[in-house]
């Protein structure tokens, strides 16, 4: 019989990868010591798999070390897409979602949806997104999906409990 295996319970490697990229040091870290074993003799293809990242970061590791030392190690401000929400708007949205209601604004509903808010975002502050980009941002947000139930304020109580009484009674379900 052999050694059992070491197993991580209650973190995915999803998860995981999150909390390295969270600290800075966690990071730097990391990438210094894939320098280093690439120092000591290392394929940077053999750590390609071992860091999961592609042999071209590990080379532009090295010789950003090799140029900067440590700093080199560090990410660069300003890399990336530039989001399309300054803060302040951003704020403006996590507001909106919190107190604001959409028959305020206009709309003939009392919840927020993805459509009616990528509508309302278009109209303040001229920026068009995607269902799922919309989506995205309400997560980024703090906020979370939630779907609605099919209550109407306006519906007659009798009428409906009689309706539902009706179905059970008929063949199929059809009244």
């Known amino acids: 019989m052999g050694r059992p295996v070491l197993k991580i319970k209650g973190y995915t490697p999803e998860e995981i990868k ?3 990229r969270r600290d800075d040091r966690y990071t730097i870290g990391l990438r210094l010591y894939a320098v280093y074993q690439v120092s000591l003799g290392q394929s940077g293809r ?3 798999e071992l860091y999961q990242v592609s042999f071209k970061q590990i080379t532009n590791w090295v010789h950003r070390f090799e140029r900067d030392g ?34 305020d604004h206009g709309y003939n509903t009392e919840t927020w949806t993805g ?9 303040n502050f001229g920026v068009g997104f995607k269902r ?18 099919g209550f109407y304020p306006e519906a007659d109580k009798r009428a409906q409990e009689e309706f539902k009484g009706a179905l059970k009674k008929t063949p199929g379900g059809t009244p």
């Open 115 to 123: 459509p009616i808010l990528i509508d309302w975002v278009d109209k």
């Open 70 to 103: 440590l700093e080199g190690l560090r990410d660069r401000p300003g890399r990336g897409r530039k989001a399309a929400l300054s803060p302040e708007q951003m704020g403006t949205l996590s507001e909106l979602l919190l107190k604001g209601s959409p028959v």
């Open 132 to 149: 799922a980009q919309i989506y995205n941002i309400i997560k980024q947000l703090g906020f979370s999906y939630q779907k609605a139930k």
């Open 18 to 20: 999150a909390l390295i």
């Open 46 to 48: 053999k750590l390609e």
